[in-house]
C-alpha cells in the first residue's frame, strides 16, 4: 500500500548520537487490533435516540479495515485551524500493512508487518482508513472499508440492517469556490485520537475499536428499506427522500461516528493500550 510519506522521528535518527541526544530508542514492535474485551462473535446492544427512542441491535457481522497507525508527539489545541491531514509535531510510531479487522472477536489480530517507532512520548494518534494511496481519490479496491449487518428492534418492529461504507469518489468534496479545501485524506484519516500510549522495549502496541460506538444516536427507523434488508447508504450526495440511496440520519451518523477521534475520557471507538503479551 503506497502511503503519504510524513516527516517521522525515524527519519532524524540518522544515527546512533541522534537517539542519544533526544533520548528516544528505536525499536520494532507487534502490533494487533481487535475488537472489545466482551465481544465473542457478535454484540448486543441498546441504542437510545436524542428523542428517547431506544433501539435494541444484535450486530452479527463488523469489519473494518484499517490501512495504518500513526502515533505522534503533539496533539493540536481543540478549536484552533487545523486544515492538514498530516499532524504538526513529530510522528514517533508507525504500523503501515493494512489489515481487515474483525470488530466481533476480542482476540488481537495481529498486522502483517511490525511496526517501527521509538519510545519517546506519545500525545495523540491517527488511524488511517484506505487501502491505497491516502491521496487518491478513486479507491482501487470493490471492498468497503466498514462492513456491518445485524437486526435493530423496537417493540414489535425488528428491521435486519446492512451497510457497506466506502470512502472512495464518493466521499470527495471540491465543490464551491475553494476546489481541493475538502482532500479526500480528510475523509479518511481519523485525527487526532487523544493517547498517551507509546512505544515500550517489550510487548506490542494494541488498538482496540468498539463497533458499539459507530452506532450512536443513528436511528434505524429512518434507514430504507432494500429487498429484505434496511440499507445504510453509501451515497452522501443522494438527497432525494424517495430514493432507496437517500443519505438520511442514520447514514450520515454512522460515517460520523466511523470519523470521530473521541475524547481523552471516551467511550470511544478507537482507543489504544501497550500489551506486554504481544
Request: proline letters at 8%; hydrophobic letters at 35%; a negative charge.
Amino acid at each position: 500500500m503506497k502511503l503519504r510519506k510524513i516527516r517521522s522521528v525515524l527519519a532524524l535518527f540518522c544515527v546512533p548520537a541522534c537517539v542519544g541526544t533526544t533520548g528516544g530508542r528505536i525499536i520494532d514492535f507487534d502490533a494487533a487490533a481487535a475488537g472489545p474485551k466482551d465481544a465473542n462473535g457478535e454484540l448486543t446492544f441498546g441504542i437510545e435516540i436524542t428523542n428517547g427512542t431506544r433501539w435494541n441491535v444484535d450486530l452479527t457481522k463488523a469489519t473494518l479495515h484499517v490501512g495504518a497507525v500513526y502515533l505522534d508527539d503533539s496533539l493540536p489545541v481543540s478549536g484552533a485551524q487545523n486544515t492538514a491531514c498530516i499532524l504538526p509535531g513529530t510522528y514517533v510510531a508507525e504500523v503501515t500493512t493494512g489489515l481487515d479487522v474483525n470488530l466481533l472477536s476480542n482476540t488481537p489480530q495481529h498486522f502483517p508487518s511490525r511496526g517501527h517507532g521509538t519510545t519517546l512520548g506519545v500525545q495523540s494518534a491517527q488511524v488511517w482508513l484506505t487501502r491505497g494511496d491516502v491521496d487518491t481519490i478513486a479507491d482501487p479496491s470493490p471492498y468497503p472499508i466498514l462492513d456491518v449487518e445485524g437486526t435493530a428492534s423496537l417493540d414489535s418492529d425488528v428491521r435486519p440492517f446492512a451497510g457497506h461504507i466506502t470512502i472512495s469518489n464518493n466521499r470527495s468534496n471540491t465543490a464551491g469556490n475553494f476546489p481541493g479545501a475538502y482532500p479526500i485524506c480528510k475523509q479518511r484519516i481519523v485525527s487526532p485520537i487523544p493517547t498517551t500510549v507509546g512505544v515500550q522495549p517489550t510487548g506490542g502496541l494494541l488498538l482496540t475499536i468498539d463497533p458499539r460506538q459507530l452506532f450512536n444516536n443513528v436511528d434505524f427507523g429512518q434507514l430504507a428499506k432494500v429487498s429484505d434488508s434496511y440499507v445504510f447508504s453509501d451515497e452522501p450526495s443522494d438527497s432525494d427522500p424517495s430514493s432507496r440511496t437517500f443519505y438520511s440520519q442514520p447514514s450520515a451518523n454512522l460515517y460520523s461516528n466511523l470519523m470521530s477521534a473521541g475524547s481523552m475520557n471516551g467511550p470511544n471507538l478507537y482507543s489504544f493500550q501497550w500489551d506486554p503479551k504481544l
